[in-house]
Structure formats: structure tokens, C-alpha cells
């Protein structure tokens, strides 16, 4: 496995590229170019800036979180096929700089969704959290507003503010796309785009759905194994993968997520590792990422990405805010850099026991 840092890019995070190299073990970044906006076709010259950044700090770009996709692709709107090209475009150009993996989405207006951004644990620290009926009493037009006035100061990923600032046309574009359509549409882009995978062999790597159900009636297809293996099968190109993401699965305690692993070997292009806690259905809250601080099985989760052989880029994902940092919620360095160790330590001792 790859070890790997999401990292904003500059005067965007507050955790520098010269940090992520002291963490033991890292090879590289999974980053963006965060200016650009869904459907914008990226630049060869922003692109080549930002590779060129990375590595000047003994880093490699193992991949991209994420190339946004317009709602006109996911609605299937008339103009979906001009926001397609501009896609390919950008892939083409990735393909060209020697970047092979890309992380997307295809959840409709929201990305992921939390209730807290700032939940305070018994320890002092503070973590994202979801609860349901939080959730129930917020308008989704004010659902921005939660979001950002507890972001630290932050742009949060997948919220936007120029885009979120049109929630209520984004409900009106999805008001007649139920889950089929939805995922007819996520195919038809998908294979619009497999030629120029194919080309540069460019993985694309879909995340689970956070949280794995509908939120606020909107359609969610990435929640389940069913789902996935769906996906597999409607596309059965190798480059259509998956963003394996243990903490996005496990906010559906009915996910088992070893065996879910072990059902897509080979499909797996990208892993996200983190832990959560469960309260009750529909409340969680996210966790260090030791097994014994929520209710996942860390060491058996990575026992299963050795069981298939993954040798793609993952990287610990959400982290919290500990030590009085003061970052983007969920991507301080402090929580995420222990999370790496961790993991690192869990993958060691497996593979010491194989000798």
C-alpha cells in the first residue's frame, strides 16, 4: 500500500507539504486544484504547477480528491455531454503529468453531510458527528450555513459556498431524479469517459456515500455492497473502481466491511481508513483510529486489503482536532499523523506474522 496525506494545496490548508514529509512512511498526496469548479476543465499549466509544488518537497502526487463532476451530469441534463468533454479533457491532461488515480463522487447538491462539526469528546477532543433527528430540524437551504459557520475559517470540500449559494435550483434540478436515474447517469458518464482511461490508465475510484442513505429525500446509489458490485458490473471496465472508505460504509452498521473488501478485490483503487463510533442508528460520531476508540475492527479491516493484495494509495482519513490545533475540521495533521502510525503499526505486525 501507498501511503498517502490529503493536502488542499497551498493557502488552502493549514498543514504544509514540509509537515506531511516528517510523518514516517509517507510517499505522497492526494490533492486538487481546489479553485477550480465543477465542469471547469483544469488547466495543463495549473496541473503541472501543482505537481511540480509536491514533489519540490520530496513527495509524489499519488492521486486526485477530487476532478468534481457538474450536477448537469448527474441530473443527465441536456448539456451533460459538453461538461463530459470538459472532463476527458482534464483526465487527458492527468494522464499526460503521470497521475493515475482519480477520487470522485456522485452524491446529488450535498457532499458528505454531518449534524456537528465540532462534537467535544470525553477526552476534550472535538470530532465531526451525525445525529438523524439534528438533522430532521434543519432546512436544507440553511444547511450551508450550519456547515460554514463552524468550518474554522475554512472552505470545506464539497461545500462550496459559490455553489451552495443556489441550494434551492440544485433541489429543483434533482426534484425528478429518483436512484435509477441517478445511477443510469453516473454509467452513461462513466462510459463516456473509460476510452481516455483506458488511454492513460487512469483509475477512477467512486467514494461511498456519507452517510449511506438519503438525506433530505435526495437519492443515494454508493451505500451498500449491493450498490457496489452493481456499479462493478454495469462497468465492468478494470479502471472503474472504488474509493474504499471504512468510515462512510460504517455509517450503516449493516455494512460488513471485511467481507465488502474482500467482494471487490481487484476494484479497490483508493482506501480511505478511519474509525467511527456508533450511539444508535442514524447517530455516530467519528474516532481516533485505533480499533478500541470506536466500534470498527481496524486490525481486521487491514488484515483484508493484505488478503486482496491492495497496492494502491490510501491514507487515514478524518482526524480530531487535538493539542488546540486549530484547522479545517476533520484535516488537522496532529490526529491523522497518529492515525498513519497506527495503521502503519497494524499493517507491520500482519505482515511480521506472515514470515
Known amino acids: 500500500m ?5 493536502w488542499y494545496g497551498e493557502g488552502h490548508d493549514s498543514v504544509t507539504l514540509q509537515q506531511i514529509r516528517q510523518i514516517p512512511g509517507m510517499e505522497g498526496v492526494i490533492t486538487t486544484l481546489y479553485d477550480t469548479k465543477p ?8 496541473i503541472r504547477k501543482m505537481k511540480t509544488t509536491v514533489e519540490a518537497a520530496g513527495l509524489k502526487v499519488l492521486g486526485i480528491e477530487s476532478v468534481n463532476i457538474h450536477d448537469a451530469i448527474k441530473v443527465g441534463t441536456p448539456d451533460r455531454d459538453k461538461y463530459i ?11 499526460q503529468e503521470d497521475i493515475h488515480m482519480v477520487c470522485y463522487n456522485f452524491m446529488p447538491v450535498f ?3 454531518r449534524s456537528d462539526l465540532a462534537k467535544v469528546r470525553p477526552d476534550g477532543s472535538t470530532v465531526l458527528a451525525y445525529n438523524q433527528a439534528e438533522i430532521d430540524k434543519i432546512d436544507p437551504e440553511k444547511m450551508f450555513e450550519a456547515i460554514d459557520s463552524n468550518s474554522n475559517g475554512f472552505v470545506m470540500p464539497g461545500w462550496e459556498p459559490e455553489r451552495l449559494a443556489h441550494v434551492k435550483e440544485l433541489f429543483e434540478m434533482y426534484k425528478d431524479v429518483d436512484e435509477e436515474k441517478l445511477f443510469q447517469n453516473l454509467v452513461y458518464f462513466l462510459n463516456a ?30 451505500r451498500s455492497k449491493e450498490h457496489l458490485l452493481r ?30 473488501i474482500h467482494s471487490l478485490k481487484g476494484r479497490i483503487h483508493f482506501a480511505h481508513i478511519r474509525n467511527t463510533k456508533h450511539e444508535a442508528p442514524g447517530v455516530f460520531e467519528e474516532a481516533a483510529h485505533l480499533s478500541c476508540d470506536g466500534t470498527l475492527d481496524m486490525v481486521g479491516i487491514v ?10 494509495p490510501w491514507r487515514p482519513d478524518h482526524g480530531r482536532m487535538i493539542w488546540g ?28 506474522n506472515r514470515k
Not at 303 to 312: L, N, S
Open 2 to 6: 501507498q501511503m498517502s496525506f490529503r
Open 39 to 46: 465542469g471547469e476543465e483544469w488547466s495543463l499549466e495549473a
Open 85 to 95: 468533454q470538459n472532463y476527458i479533457n482534464t483526465l487527458e491532461k492527468l494522464g
Open 111 to 113: 457532499d458528505w453531510t
Open 193 to 222: 469517459i473509460m476510452p481516455v482511461c483506458d488511454k492513460y490508465d487512469i483509475n477512477m475510484a467512486i467514494h461511498i456515500d456519507d452517510p449511506c442513505w438519503s438525506v433530505f429525500g435526495l437519492p443515494r446509489i454508493i
Open 231 to 260: 456499479l462493478i458490473n454495469a462497468v465492468p471496465n478494470k479502471h472503474n473502481g472504488i474509493t474504499l472508505c471504512t468510515g462512510s460504509l460504517s455509517s450503516d452498521p449493516n455494512n460488513d466491511i471485511i467481507d465488502i
Open 303 to 312: 488484515q483484508a486489503f493484505i488478503d486482496i493484495g491492495f497496492d494502491g
Open 325 to 352: 490545533e486549530k484547522a479545517m475540521p476533520g484535516y488537522g495533521l496532529y490526529d491523522r499523523a497518529l492515525g498513519c502510525q497506527y495503521i502503519q503499526g497494524v499493517y507491520d505486525g500482519l505482515m511480521y
